[in-house]
Antibody, heavy 128, light 110 residues
Framework: EVQLVESGGGLVQPGRSLRLSCTTSGFTFSDSVMNWVRQAPGKGLEWLGFIRRKAHGGTTEYAASVRGRFTISRDDSKSIAYLQMNSLKTEDTAAYFC???????????????????WGQGTQVTVSS | QSVLTQPPSVSAAPGQKVTISCSGSSSNIENNYVSWYHQLPGTAPKLLIY???KRPSGIPDRFSGSKSGPSATLAITGLQTGDEADYYCGTWDTSLSVWVFGGGTKLTVL
């Protein structure tokens, strides 16, 4: 069974750092692109970024809202993806979800991707 | 303000059909592939439709997706009270080089 389990959330003061973990099982992690999405209370989904597999350089892409503050990394030996969050702000308060990115055939120049499965999420509250 | 525009809410009676629109542009929906997610209250989102119109195993054929130009549509037929959830569309935006979600649509089954 494919599973993603987020951990590391909690209450943190503004300006501090926090690292979330996404522990996975049931699929070949090293072959997978891993992704983070968050949802502020009562709000919609916000994409944060993803990390490519090492075979494709292990490079990352980020949303503008978190670029430079958040860093996604991976440990293929442990099948874990991480989200390092620095200089946290009150507006970073949200439930944070990790997902696996899956890819399909696409016409030239098009991107055919989707997020499946999702973890259950971990809550991060930034408050003094 | 989301790059993809969805109606904030839709409603219909049990057994009826409802559609949820997702409006984008040439840099996202028109030239990439759309997926849909549903989120039951208090739970994590789950994949509902991928590759514009394909259903993962376990998703009933009451759910269907389509795309035309810069817009996509999710249709749900034979509405059930258990379909009450928030629904989100998503795709890659080639110009921004980011993934974008719609703002979400809350479905109420009256």
């Amino acid at each position: 069974e494919v599973q993603l389990v987020e951990s590391g959330g909690g209450l943190v003061q503004p300006g501090r750092s926090l690292r979330l973990s996404c522990t996975t099982s049931g699929f070949t992690f090293s072959d997978s692109v891993m992704n983070w999405v968050r949802q502020a209370p009562g709000k919609g989904l916000e994409w944060l970024g993803f990390i490519r597999r090492k075979a494709h350089g292990g490079t990352t892409e980020y949303a503008a809202s978190v670029r430079g503050r958040f860093t996604i990394s991976r440990d293929d030996s442990k099948s874990i993806a991480y989200l390092q969050m620095n200089s946290l702000k009150t507006e970073d308060t949200a439930a944070y979800f990790c997902t696996r990115v899956q890819w399909g055939e696409a016409t030239v120049g098009a991107t055919n991707a989707w997020f499946d499965p999702w973890g259950q999420g971990t809550q991060v509250t930034v408050s003094s | 303000q989301s790059v993809l525009t969805q109606p904030p809410s839709v409603s219909a009676a049990p057994g009826q059909k409802v559609t949820i629109s997702c409006s984008g542009s040439s840099s996202n929906i028109e030239n990439n592939y759309v997926s849909w997610y549903h989120q039951l209250p208090g739970t994590a989102p789950k994949l509902l439709i991928y590759d514009n119109n394909k259903r993962p195993s376990g998703i009933p054929d009451r759910f269907s997706g389509s795309k035309s130009g810069p817009s996509a549509t999710l249709a749900i037929t034979g509405l059930q009270t258990g379909d009450e959830a928030d629904y989100y569309c998503g795709t890659w935006d080639t110009s921004l080089s980011v993934w974008v979600f719609g703002g979400g649509t809350k479905l109420t089954v009256l």
